[in-house]
């Protein structure tokens, strides 16, 4: 059985909230079809300290505002399940869950949204997926001879599973800097980068990062010169968990290893460091899997776009992934306004259909 509406959104997390929020002020018949079983996308598989960069206010969806956490500036990952929970329920979104999408094909005028729980047919779809299950670990030499346990950001949880081990943290962003702070107390830590970290001022927040990067974009949309990105403030944002270990000296990085040991690794000079677990701080790559038969892929893993709109198939919009699918909208704030304006494009679509 297969069911028909204007508009297919994949995928429950943030992204796809926003979009819904904005589809229903257009009007549009949707539905939202998210693989998690209970509401907060990704947010339900983050590590215990995780805390956002931002005061709750500037970590809202459209329409609603976080409120704030009693006692915490910056919100903690449960905090905004609880946000995530309410707002889908506040702005009665159709999510349907759990509904795994193994693929979008198209079919005459109509996209197909194939599924294990059956498929949906769409004059449009969102694509909204994200990026937290497609960890990625770099192909270091001699990754596969260490004998000890490797984790990625995704699968680390909290500091007591690993106190009193020998762990080396890898990565220089957010993630790295906030578990290797998290670490830094209770294990023999080692935190490696791929270039010296570079901390942003301590009263510099997600709030600011977004007037940059939104300050940036109506600069190059404008025609003036260009800026620079938010990463030409730096990478690391100062939350307190992050300055309270950076002040007290426990966050001192390493450059990155030439290799892997069975027992640990290994510097260019000769230098080597025991390690019972490396934790992988390094990024993620789009989960796009299941646009794989629009044929669509460019380089790099990305279909390219032009703004969201997939520029080989006008009836996908992909939202959430990175800047590329547009400024900040892989965060909670920046969201709202590629979700508004994939929203509008699909309705001057289907009008003019």
């Given at each position: 059985?297969?069911?028909?509406?204007?508009?297919?959104?994949?995928?429950?997390?943030?992204?796809?909230?926003?979009?819904?929020?904005?589809?229903?002020?257009?009007?549009?018949?949707?539905?939202?079809?998210?693989?998690?079983?209970?509401?907060?996308?990704?947010?339900?598989?983050?590590?215990?300290?995780?805390?956002?960069?931002?005061?709750?206010?500037?970590?809202?969806?459209?329409?609603?505002?976080?409120?704030?956490?009693?006692?915490?500036?910056?919100?903690?990952?449960?905090?905004?399940?609880?946000?995530?929970?309410e707002y889908e329920q506040r702005y009665g979104l159709p999510i349907v869950?759990?509904?795994?999408?193994?693929?979008?094909?198209?079919?005459?005028?109509?996209?197909?949204?194939?599924?294990?729980?059956?498929?949906?047919?769409?004059?449009?779809?969102?694509?909204?997926?994200?990026?937290?299950?497609?960890?990625?670990?770099?192909?270091?030499?001699?990754?596969?001879?260490?004998?000890?346990?490797?984790?990625?950001?995704?699968?680390?949880?909290?500091?007591?599973?690993?106190?009193?081990?020998?762990?080396?943290?890898?990565?220089?962003?957010?993630?790295?800097?906030?578990?290797?702070?998290?670490?830094?107390?209770?294990?023999?830590?080692?935190?490696?980068?791929?270039?010296?970290?570079?901390?942003?001022?301590?009263?510099?927040?997600?709030?600011?990062?977004?007037?940059?990067?939104?300050?940036?974009?109506?600069?190059?949309?404008?025609?003036?010169?260009?800026?620079?990105?938010?990463?030409?403030?730096?990478?690391?944002?100062?939350?307190?968990?992050?300055?309270?270990?950076?002040?007290?000296?426990?966050?001192?990085?390493?450059?990155?290893?030439?290799?892997?040991?069975?027992?640990?690794?290994?510097?260019?000079?000769?230098?080597?460091?025991?390690?019972?677990?490396?934790?992988?701080?390094?990024?993620?790559?789009?989960?796009?899997?299941?646009?794989?038969?629009?044929?669509?892929?460019?380089?790099?893993?990305?279909?390219?776009?032009?703004?969201?709109?997939?520029?080989?198939?006008?009836?996908?919009?992909?939202?959430?992934?990175?800047?590329?699918?547009?400024?900040?909208?892989?965060?909670?704030?920046?969201?709202?306004?590629?979700?508004?304006?994939?929203?509008?494009?699909?309705?001057?679509?289907?009008?003019?259909?």
């Open positions: 059985m297969s069911r028909h509406h204007d508009v297919v959104v994949i995928g429950g997390g943030q992204a796809g909230l926003a979009a819904g929020y904005h589809l229903r002020r257009l009007g549009l018949d949707f539905v939202i079809l998210d693989a998690r079983t209970t509401p907060g996308g990704a947010w339900q598989h983050t590590w215990g300290s995780l805390r956002l960069f931002s005061p709750a206010a500037y970590s809202s969806l459209p329409g609603r505002l976080m409120p704030p956490q009693e006692g915490q500036t910056y919100p903690d990952g449960a905090h905004v399940i609880e946000y995530l929970t869950r759990p509904v795994a999408v193994d693929a979008v094909r198209r079919d005459g005028d109509r996209l197909r949204v194939e599924s294990g729980s059956g498929e949906w047919r769409a004059r449009a779809v969102i694509s909204a997926t994200g990026t937290w299950w497609r960890p990625f670990m770099p192909a270091v030499p001699g990754r596969a001879e260490f004998e000890g346990t490797q984790l990625h950001t995704v699968e680390y949880r909290r500091p007591a599973d690993l106190a009193g081990q020998r762990v080396i943290v890898v990565g220089g962003g957010n993630s790295g800097a906030q578990i290797a702070a998290d670490l830094a107390h209770e294990t023999d830590l080692t935190w490696v980068t791929q270039r010296p970290p570079r901390f942003l001022a301590d009263d510099i927040d997600g709030r600011a990062l977004f007037d940059h990067a939104t300050a940036r974009r109506r600069a190059l949309d404008e025609g003036r010169t260009d800026t620079g990105g938010v990463a030409s403030l730096g990478d690391i944002v100062a939350v307190p968990p992050v300055r309270e270990a950076r002040d007290a000296g426990l966050l001192k990085a390493q450059p990155m290893f030439a290799r892997m040991t069975a027992t640990g690794v290994e510097w260019a000079d000769g230098t080597t460091a025991e390690a019972d677990t490396i934790v992988w701080c390094t990024g993620f790559r789009p989960a796009l899997s299941h646009l794989a038969p629009l044929g669509l892929r460019g380089p790099r893993g990305h279909i390219p776009t032009a703004g969201t709109r997939a520029l080989g198939e006008p009836r996908l919009h992909l939202l959430g992934y990175g800047d590329w699918t547009g400024p900040a909208s892989a965060t909670l704030i920046g969201v709202g306004r590629p979700a508004r304006d994939a929203a509008r494009a699909i309705a001057e679509l289907l009008a003019e259909a």
